[in-house]
């Protein structure tokens, strides 16, 4: 209790009526004028007991939102243990424990820094500046699991978290990306020895052409009724629109159709453009996704009108394609739930596994709804569960400057989470790629779009 923390602070001579000096500090940092005019202690308020670091540490808690800190949690989900990451530790608990475990002091605020810089850039940049105003203090060190960096190292000014990762899943890659966020001054970024991944350039608008291809009417095919893709289709078209896309939409088209509709945006590509983004929404088996007359078409045959030599204009460009398909046999869906696959279909012998669906050739995304073998939900109101959660990651954490991947991260988390009314079903995403650097879309001049809420 604060009673007992005045006791012990009387006991070790730190606060005495002669010598409120502390206690004044402290009221004055957290705010509390009234007491400070109470107690007649303005005056003695304007000590320099508690250290500019402290003052910082507590000012970033402060300024911190509960969503802040889940990002924060989560980003250092491989760092901190289980525990500290709960929901009822405090943000000034997780800076304790950084400190605790040696990645946190006022001589390395890299680690903190970093994470704070996609979180709220404000605040990095607070930190930025405490470290310009406490130059007389060591650069900030370089944090890792297996070393601490020499002090040759540390000289030349690198504020880097390398929170070593090792890839034994197919997500640690992009945990990887997410988490190795460096903040090097500029005029040192030569002379840092750490490998940049590069950033796929996005200068131009429109950013490039977003196509989606939304299916619903499968009459005649054997195949039901997709009710809810329109719910995806709006809320696709609201958000790469912000993000500076030029919009198509396509809707019930047949296997032909969709082949013809990937070569016609492959030929209009302009050179202009920075990225190219395909949303299919309809139902598929493994490797494949069935045009509204039931014919299959391969995901290899969707890609390869976009090969670089089929389409130099993308060459060296990232190709996304967000594909929300089944990828294997039908379960039947409970109440409002139906699944994205034929309802009585096997997967064939010679289907295409998703590891052979894409191309070897750089540049491309595939972002699968759901692993080989496995259904994908979708709600017959609220649209499906993967093409929700990417929409809604997109618009929350493209402002704070997570690259794509760490964003798909996020969704494959908050899909992984979601089960039907049964409880019983699940469903995991599954990110394909061969890019070659980072995908950073800009942070949007205008409001962020309002998605449904269910």
Same mark, same amino acid.
């Given at each position: 209790?604060?009673?007992?923390?005045?006791?012990?602070?009387?006991?070790?001579?730190?606060?005495s009526?002669?010598?409120?000096?502390?206690?004044?500090?402290?009221?004055?940092?957290?705010?509390?004028?009234?007491?400070?005019?109470?107690?007649?202690?303005?005056?003695s308020?304007?000590?320099?007991?508690?250290s500019a670091?402290r003052?910082?540490?507590?000012?970033?808690?402060?300024?911190?939102?509960?969503?802040?800190?889940?990002?924060?949690?989560?980003?250092?989900?491989?760092?901190?243990?289980?525990?500290?990451?709960?929901?009822?530790?405090?943000?000034?608990?997780?800076?304790l424990?950084?400190?605790?475990?040696?990645?946190?002091?006022?001589?390395?605020?890299?680690?903190?820094?970093?994470?704070?810089?996609?979180?709220?850039?404000?605040?990095?940049?607070?930190?930025?500046?405490?470290?310009?105003?406490?130059?007389?203090?060591?650069?900030?060190?370089?944090?890792?699991f297996?070393?601490?960096?020499?002090?040759?190292?540390?000289?030349?000014?690198?504020?880097?978290?390398?929170?070593?990762?090792f890839?034994q899943?197919?997500?640690?890659?992009?945990?990887?990306?997410?988490?190795?966020?460096s903040?090097?001054?500029?005029?040192?970024?030569?002379?840092?020895?750490?490998?940049?991944?590069?950033?796929?350039?996005?200068?131009?608008?429109?950013?490039?052409?977003?196509l989606?291809?939304?299916?619903?009417?499968?009459?005649?095919?054997?195949?039901?009724?997709?009710?809810?893709?329109?719910?995806?289709?709006e809320?696709?078209?609201?958000?790469?629109?912000? /993000?500076?896309? !030029?919009?198509?939409?396509?809707? #019930? &088209?047949?296997?032909k159709? %969709? =082949? *013809?509709?990937?070569? @016609? /945006?492959?030929? !209009?590509?302009?050179?202009?453009? #920075? &990225?190219?983004?395909?949303c %299919? =929404? *309809?139902?598929?088996? @493994?490797?494949?996704?069935?045009?509204?007359d039931?014919?299959?078409?391969?995901?290899?045959?969707?890609?390869?009108?976009?090969?670089?030599?089929?389409?130099p204009?993308?060459?060296?460009?990232?190709?996304?394609?967000?594909?929300?398909?089944?990828q294997?046999?039908?379960?039947?869906?409970?109440?409002?739930?139906?699944?994205?696959?034929?309802?009585?279909?096997d997967?064939?012998?010679?289907?295409?596994?998703?590891?052979?669906?894409?191309?070897?050739?750089?540049?491309?995304?595939?972002?699968?709804?759901?692993?080989?073998?496995?259904?994908?939900?979708?709600d017959?109101?609220?649209?499906?569960?993967?093409i929700?959660?990417?929409?809604?990651?997109?618009?929350?954490?493209?402002?704070?400057?997570?690259?794509?991947?760490?964003?798909?991260?996020?969704?494959?988390e908050?899909?992984?989470?979601?089960?039907?009314?049964?409880?019983?079903?699940?469903?995991?995403?599954?990110p394909v790629?061969?890019?070659?650097?980072?995908?950073?879309?800009?942070?949007?001049?205008g409001?962020?779009?309002?998605?449904?809420?269910?």
């Amino acid at each position: 209790s604060a009673y007992q923390l005045f006791l012990s602070l009387c006991d070790q001579d730190h606060l005495s009526e002669e010598r409120p000096h502390l206690l004044s500090e402290l009221l004055s940092i957290i705010q509390r004028t009234r007491l400070l005019r109470d107690l007649d202690l303005r005056s003695s308020a304007t000590s320099n007991l508690i250290s500019a670091y402290r003052k910082l540490l507590y000012s970033l808690s402060e300024d911190l939102t509960d969503d802040n800190l889940k990002e924060i949690k989560f980003l250092l989900t491989e760092t901190l243990p289980r525990r500290k990451l709960e929901d009822n530790v405090t943000t000034l608990e997780v800076f304790l424990e950084l400190e605790c475990m040696d990645l946190l002091s006022k001589t390395n605020l890299g680690l903190l820094k970093s994470i704070l810089q996609p979180v709220c850039p404000v605040l990095a940049e607070r930190i930025r500046q405490f470290e310009a105003q406490n130059c007389s203090l060591a650069p900030s060190t370089q944090v890792s699991f297996d070393r601490r960096v020499s002090a040759e190292e540390t000289g030349k000014q690198i504020s880097l978290v390398s929170l070593q990762v090792f890839q034994q899943s197919p997500s640690s890659n992009t945990l990887l990306n997410k988490l190795e966020l460096s903040s090097v001054p500029k005029e040192n970024q030569s002379s840092s020895r750490t490998e940049d991944l590069g950033t796929y350039p996005m200068t131009t608008l429109p950013r490039g052409c977003c196509l989606i291809i939304s299916n619903y009417d499968f009459q005649g095919s054997g195949l039901g009724m997709r009710n809810g893709t329109r719910t995806d289709e709006e809320c696709l078209k609201k958000v790469f629109e912000w /993000l500076g896309f !030029k919009v198509e939409i396509h809707r #019930d &088209c047949t296997g032909k159709e %969709i =082949l *013809s509709l990937m070569q @016609e /945006l492959a030929d !209009k590509s302009q050179q202009r453009w #920075d &990225c190219l983004v395909c949303c %299919i =929404l *309809s139902h598929g088996l @493994e490797g494949c996704v069935h045009g509204v007359d039931g014919d299959q078409v391969s995901i290899k045959k969707l890609i390869e009108p976009f090969l670089g030599t089929n389409c130099p204009a993308m060459a060296g460009k990232p190709k996304l394609f967000f594909i929300q398909a089944c990828q294997g046999k039908k379960q039947q869906g409970v109440v409002h739930l139906e699944s994205d696959g034929a309802e009585h279909s096997d997967v064939d012998t010679d289907a295409v596994r998703l590891s052979n669906c894409i191309p070897s050739h750089a540049d491309f995304l595939l972002g699968m709804a759901t692993v080989p073998d496995y259904v994908s939900y979708r709600d017959r109101e609220r649209g499906t569960w993967y093409i929700q959660s990417l929409c809604e990651y997109l618009v929350k954490m493209v402002p704070r400057g997570f690259d794509l991947m760490s964003i798909l991260t996020k969704v494959n988390e908050d899909v992984s989470k979601k089960n039907d009314n049964t409880g019983d079903r699940k469903q995991m995403p599954q990110p394909v790629f061969t890019i070659t650097k980072r995908i950073v879309f800009p942070v949007p001049s205008g409001p962020a779009p309002v998605l449904p809420h269910f």
